[in-house]
Each structure stands twice: as C-alpha cells, then as structure tokens.
C-alpha cells in the first residue's frame, strides 16, 4: 500500500497549539462569541503546497465559509479546497462554484459521508498529498440529525483520519451545545481547544489532552 | 487486536478475488465472501465477523439493507459501502437513521482506502454510536478474566439489588456488566432484561465516569431521548456506580432507576458507591475461577 507522509501538522504562529501528529482529531470550542470558530478556521488552513483542505458545512453556505477563510487568510487555493455544503439554501450565490458537493439537509449524515469521501478521493488524487478537514460544525450536525447516528458519524470521521493520517477540526459551540454531547463529541478526538475571550477584547486558549500543548490560557492575536 | 474476520459481499467474482487479495495481504485477517443478501446473512447469523463490506447492487437486495442488518444483529460491527453508485440511489435506499462508511470503487485510490478504512473499523472500533472506554483493551481483557454463571453469585448480587431497592425506595436496580458490545444484567430487581446493545444503554456512559452519574431527567437528555429501550422501561431518573475491579477499570454498573424525579444526598452517594464495593467483592469472591471453591465454604443462605 503507498504511504503517505506520516509527518506533524503545523500551525500558524499566531495561533499558540504546537504542532499535532497525522491522524489528530481535535475538538475546537468555545462560547458563541469567543473566536473558537476563527481557531478552527486557522487551524484548517493548508500550510504547504501538498496539503488540501475539506471543508464540512452544516451550519452556513459553502460560499460564506469560504468568504470566513478568505478574510483571514487571504485567497484561499480553490484547487486545494473542497466543499460538502450541507445547508438548505436554494440561494445559489452560497455556493461555492468550485470543487463542492451540496446536500441539502445537514441531518442526511450518509449522503454527506458519500460526498465526503468522493471529494477526498479528488483531493488526494490530484493535488493533496494530505488533508485537513474541518467539521462546521459539530452543533449544526447534531441539532439535525439523532444523537446516535451523529455520534456513530463523528466516530467513524475520526476513525479515517487516524486510518489516512490527516488531521480533524471539529468546532462546537459551547453556549449551544448540551454539556453531555460536548463530552461525548470530546471523546472521540485526540485532544480539546477551548477558546474564550476575556472582557471581549483579550482572546485566549488552552489544549486540553494533548501532551507537550499550552495547558494554561494563553492569550493571541489572529493576525494571519 | 488479534487476527480479524471480514465479510465481504461482491457479486462481482472478479473484484472479490482482488480485495480479498488485498485485504489478507495488508492486513492480518481472513475473508468470508458471499455473493449475495441471504448468502452473507447465513454467515453473519453463525460467525461474528469484525467488519463487513458490501456492493450497493446485490442480487437479492441493495448493500444498505444488509448493513441495516447487521446493524440490528451486531450495531458496533464496521460496516463499508463499496461502491460507485450515485448518491442519490444509495439515499434513497437507506432509512435516516442509516450510516455506513464509504469508498468509491472506482477511484484509483479505492484499493488503499478500503484496507485503511476496515483496518481502523477494526482495531478502534470506530463504527460504534458511543464513546469507548480510553483503555477499552485492559477492560475487555479484565472483563475476560471473570465467569459470571455461578448461581451463588447471582444470589448475592440479587441481594445487592434488593438492598439497594430497600433504600431509595424505588422499582428497579440492576447490577450489570457492560460487554464489549452490550450490556447484560447480572442482577435486578422489578422488570428483568435482556441484553442491550451499549449504544442503547445509559451504563455505557457511567463507565466513562470517575463516579456516581445522575441523570435527573433521563427523558430529556439528548443522549437518550431518542432511546426507545429507556422510553419502554419508563425511566426518568437514574443513578449509577461503575463496578471497579482492584485495578480500577470498569467492568460494569449498579445502577438505580425511577419514573419519578427525585433527590438525591451525599449520603445516598455514599450508599450508591458501597452497593457497588459489595457487589464487586462479591464477583472477585465468585466470579473468578480460581476462587470458586470459596463459594463452596460460605456459610448456608449465602450461596
């Protein structure tokens, strides 16, 4: 079987979360308005020419999440993205007019597993030598579709990242999301992120579960 | 994980000969093949097999129906669609609650997929619908080291249970063990059960904990609010202690229910947590096979 680059993932600077082995699944949360979502965002932006990045919408249109990643990083390779667009806007101008694949429902968790697969197969066929996949997001996902089945959907998506040694971001909202789902959500992946923002203008974070990683709140600035 | 058993359903002789290949030369397993919906039931009623894969067209059916069966028989064992059928086909196929993972057959990739995919399904249980234990293997394997048939020992724990009943006044305890897949009663007092899938009980997240878990209103938990072995029991309120072994993994539950919401002290805590010390005594006293001439020794009315 070929082999694919077993080496760590990186992280932007501005973002304090050293770098993660291939196969990483990580939980990204924090309250609503606490910057978790722009963490996750960075996180999953691909660093070298060989990595891609795919992208699971169930909360926005394809389009508004790219437009997210394109304020923060600038133009996103669109070569290197795919999209599952989950959401049931029929407004065409969401979508993402590029490597996309668009489900209508976020809670139609097979036909999102097809698409996903497919649009990674693409990836890694033509241009990705590894994959950073987001989830966006975990809270979306489960106030569509069963507690089971979700959950049995989260733990097999991490299963194949451990099995094709890429790295996960799955984003939750804290403020949304019932503390139990959060924990089971949280034991299917490596470690947890949790983000706040302190008197609103002081953003922090802290890793929880991963070894060598800021256990303390550690304030930052994403300037990317 | 040891050597592994892979059904793989392809009416297609040719492809079942090549994955078969691929699947024996990269990973330590053997292959079942079946050709067909009735062919691989025959199978997966007899052998319990670590993961299936299946083609979406299959003579007698599609691929989701007969993961939608082996989900019923065995709901944690790995499942694959391997297939490049249109979306849209398999959807429509499937019931909403469905899920099986995915490899499209036809890409050049589909080969290295497949053999990633059933190897994770099976060594990290990735299929399952629950979060596993983080040292699921030591608690499997000490789980292993004990024999739960001694009548003797389901006397004692039948009066753990009535204890326990005794004391918070309520219609049903059960002292459990929670298996690799399921959960078993060992003892219990008001309605007797089978055994449940573990993504249907409520013990499965007690063992997780460190402690004593209380639900207030399990109706209403998103965890279980969908669950129609909690709904049919009629239960509201829960309490449960893992069972620890010297140690410390969990190998099961006592566990308190009720249809009514009610309180619950440190001190009915404390109690919760000594029912369960007593009953894992009981089960390192009966339940290992060394110790059970010791069962033989106890004083009458104790076995």
Partial sequence: ????????????????????????????????????????????????????????????????????????????????????????????????????????DPGELLGIEIEFARLYETLAERVAERVRIGLFSVTSLLSHADFTTASRFVHMLTGRVIATGDVAVFVADADVLDRRELDAIESYCDGCIEVRNEAGNTRELRVQGLDGQPEMWTPFVLDL | ????????????????????????????????????????????????????????????????????????????????????????????????????????????????RLVQLVDAAMRFRTNTAYPRHEDESDRIAELDRFAFDDPSLHAALRRVTELGAVYFDVPQTSINVVGENSLEYLACTGAEGAAIPRERSICTYTVLGEGVTVIENVQTDPRFRENGIVREMGIRWYAGCPLRTRSGNPIGTVCVYDEEHRSFSDTDERFLRLLADEAMAWIETLGTEGDRPAARALPEGYQ
């Fill in chain 1, 1 to 104: 079987m070929k082999q694919r680059s077993r080496g760590p993932y990186a992280f932007p600077d501005a973002v304090p979360v050293d770098p993660v082995p291939a196969g990483t699944n990580l939980l990204v949360t924090g309250p609503s308005a606490s910057g978790a979502r722009d963490v996750a965002v960075a996180l999953t932006l691909p660093r070298t020419d060989s990595e891609g990045t795919l992208l699971l919408s169930t909360d926005m249109g394809g389009r508004s999440l790219l437009d997210q990643f394109d304020e923060m990083a600038g133009d996103l390779p669109r070569d290197r993205v795919g999209i599952v667009d989950c959401t049931s806007s029929r407004d065409e101008h969401q979508r993402f007019d590029g490597r996309v694949a668009q489900i209508d």
């Fill in chain 2, 1 to 112: 994980m040891g050597h592994g058993l892979v059904c793989c359903v392809l009416p297609d002789a040719d492809e079942q000969r090549t994955v078969t290949a691929l699947l024996t030369s990269e990973l330590d397993v053997s292959v079942v093949s079946c050709s067909s919906i009735a062919d691989a039931i025959e199978t997966l009623d007899h052998r319990a097999v670590d993961c299936l894969v299946t083609a979406f067209e299959l003579p007698d059916g599609t691929g989701t129906e007969l993961t939608a069966r082996l989900r019923e028989l065995s709901p944690d064992t790995g499942c694959v669609l391997y297939t490049d059928a249109d979306r849209e086909r398999v959807t429509d196929a499937a019931g909403s609650a469905y899920l099986a993972q995915h490899v499209d057959s036809s890409r050049s990739r589909a080969g290295d």
